[in-house]
């Protein structure tokens, strides 16, 4: 079974496609949030963005689970993350080539966790429902030439 | 106009088994077609399988969600079939949503998106599921048999096969003008019948095509549908022309009273009551059959195939060793619910598989209670058709069939199915001296000069022997109490 830490992990390496991808630094919140938004796109388009707003809704209560301050954090009814990085814009790390989040901590997970977590979630669910080959295709699609195969991730890996 | 002057149509794999065979030959490239059929009957799993056959990354699928069942559901579903293979998303095949642009706009919009899609993509093949649900807005300034025309047009020109997926009932099926737009028109039918349920399909309208007509039935099952066909795929074979060989039984007697044995290519009923032998006889005519190098199938319905072979063993005939070696094949074609159809494709994969020359069904009262109950009203039109079409490729056929023993009557069959017989040989107890004896007689012999004669037989350790001459100190032997007269 594909675990919270794996989709964790997928989430960072998009992050880490779109700092790559980004010649300007960029705070981590504006990173998150255009991953959020190829995300949208890409499931937009293949599902409907009503389909999208109601997996991204799911996404944000579970990781609301997880991060209570995420109640702060809403989906529009576009499918649009609003308020994230609300008031959190101090201490998070800049995103680089380098870019690295802490283990998970429970009780003490850090500030930039928030939109990790929600995107997290939202992979996460992508897997139940489509499983890995067909996620790991609309990935590549959103970001090609990334590398999501199995030997880049630990998802489909055998633990 | 001659043949070489005429356009070509190239002719698309259906990607569904046993479709090629009744849409005549596969699905004309470039064809408008609708899938239409209540929810539940499996629509959306035909499209996938034919876009799943045929889009490529050079020339795509577009699969266009409307309302209705999420793409995302969509998938998770479909996948569970072995013809869906995720490799091909998203470069071979693309799904896009439209459900956004139906609530929000109207078919003119919908119409826009679909040709700016693909004209971006070129697609091979459009699927829209379902472009019933399109029409919700009563304002809507297209109408859908306008969409439906227009939306032809562009495709067509664009060079795409398409598929418009639709819910529709029955009775709607008539005087609807949007199925006159459309090159070819697949009704999709679930029936309850009992307990059961019967699918069936019929091409109600293929342009440019000699597809088969009839309600064919299919079944849907973790390959995804599989069709067969009426004319069971025989269609394109040519009808061997009568043979003048004999197949023997292998029981010298018998073997004589028939003339030599049963005409190459003929349908033999073997008929008689429960215990007077038919399964034996039938079973050492597929064992002399492989004797002389004939492969043989043997559909079994009461019994398993090892207790069959056994049984042969007792007899002194090796069905063990054929089958090991590919000459002999025996099926059980016992689980309920099977569609008539679908057992005669079995059989007659397995009589192409291995050459048959010799089948034997036993037994007929077996094969039908094996079908649903909806499949048993076309039990004999449907033996017919096969045995029509086994026979005409030079397969012999034998089937038994039991008959209720009656002390007044000489029944052949409670099937009334010796018009599709061309041999009859009935079995039946006869009270002799204190003794419930066998008798056995060449009722008909198509085609054949049999014997008129009235013999009597034992059941031994060799399987059937044929006794002493005809019996000729009796009168009435076929009313089962035979009178001595000797």
Redesign the interface.
Known sequence: MTTLREMRDLAQRLMACEANASNTSESAELIILRVYEKLRKSL????????FRS?ASRALAMARSEIPRLQAVQVAEDGALKGLGYGLGHGLSEFGPQIHFEEDRPGEQPIGDDGIAVIARLLGLLLI???E??TL??LR?AWPGAAFDERSSDIGRKP | MSTQDKVKINKLPTGVPGLDEIVGGGLPEFSFNIVAGAPGSGKTTLAHQFVFANASAERPALYF?VLGE????M??YQ?QYTFFD??K??DSI???????VVLEKDLGAVLDEITKEVEKANPAVVVVDSFRTMVRKPESDMDLQSFIQRLALFLASWQATTFLIGEYAEDELRDNPIFTVADGLLWLRQTAERNSIVRKLQVIKLRGQDSVPGLHTFRITDAGIQAFSRTFGLTARRRNPPSNRRLCFGIPELDKMLDGGVREGDSVLVAGSSGTGKSVLATQFIAEGIVHGEPGIVAVFEERPEAYAERATSLGLDLETPQKEGKLTILYLRPLDLSVDETMQSILDAVQKIGAKRLVIDSLAGFEMALSPGFRADFRESLYRMIFALTGIGVTILSTVEVDESFTEFPFSTYSISFLTDDIIRLRYVSIDGQLRKIMVVIKMRGGNHAKDIREYEITSKGVVILGKRLTEYQGLISGIPVHSG
């Open positions: 937009g388009e293949f599902a409907g963005s009503a389909a997996l429902f489509l499983g080959p067909i295709r609309l699609n | 969600t999420s793409a995302i559901k998938l998770r996948q995720p490799a998303l998203p693309r799904f896009i949503n439209l459900s956004q």
